[in-house]
């Protein structure tokens, strides 16, 4: 079966590929598993970002400890806005400020549990959920453009400088 383990989170709320470790395990109970529209929290280490799970996976994925699974309400908040609404700075200073350990930081599951977080109505929150995804696809083209834009005026400046050098040898 497959497993969903934190290195599977990113550390900025993306959702999991698809491609997952899988492992021959017993019978587990439900409550380990995901069958799409919840949230994973990344419960360790920095940041405790959340990824919300797609809708429907095509098959039940196991998740592994430290990663805590969120079962939202979907006719008050959808899976998506929560997970963003847990990776805004707001609530991942609240979950900061009650973080546990020194070296390997760790949220545990009542600070989450009774963390605070404005609930609008359902379209309101589809509309942020999509704004949201069209700001991270802007911000991944612009960066694409940026690299371009670089090996572009690189190639420039190289020929620019093979051009110079071959009229110093004429």
Do not use: C, H
């Not at 993306?14 to 019978?27: A, C, T």
């Not at 609008?120 to 834009?149: F, H, M, W, Y």
């Amino acid at each position: 079966m497959p497993a969903l383990q934190l290195r599977d989170v990113g550390t900025t709320g993306e959702m999991p590929g698809s491609d997952f470790q899988r492992y021959n395990l017993n019978k587990l109970s439900d409550r380990y598993f995901v069958r799409g529209g919840e949230v994973v929290f990344r419960s360790r280490g920095e940041p405790n970002a959340a990824a919300a799970i797609p809708d429907p996976l095509p098959e039940p994925i196991v998740v592994i400890v430290p990663l805590l699974i969120v079962r939202p309400d979907r006719g008050r908040i959808l899976p998506e806005y929560l997970a963003w609404a847990i990776n805004q700075p707001d609530a991942q200073r609240q979950l900061g400020a009650e973080a546990q350990g020194t070296s390997l930081r760790m949220i545990p599951k009542t600070v989450l549990e009774n963390l605070e977080i404005a609930v609008p109505d359902l379209t309101t929150q589809k509309s942020i959920v999509e704004l949201n995804a069209l700001a991270r696809q802007e911000g991944q083209l612009l960066r694409r453009l940026a690299a371009r834009r670089e090996n572009l005026l690189s190639a420039i400046l190289g020929e620019a400088a093979k051009a110079a050098d071959q009229k110093e040898i004429a």
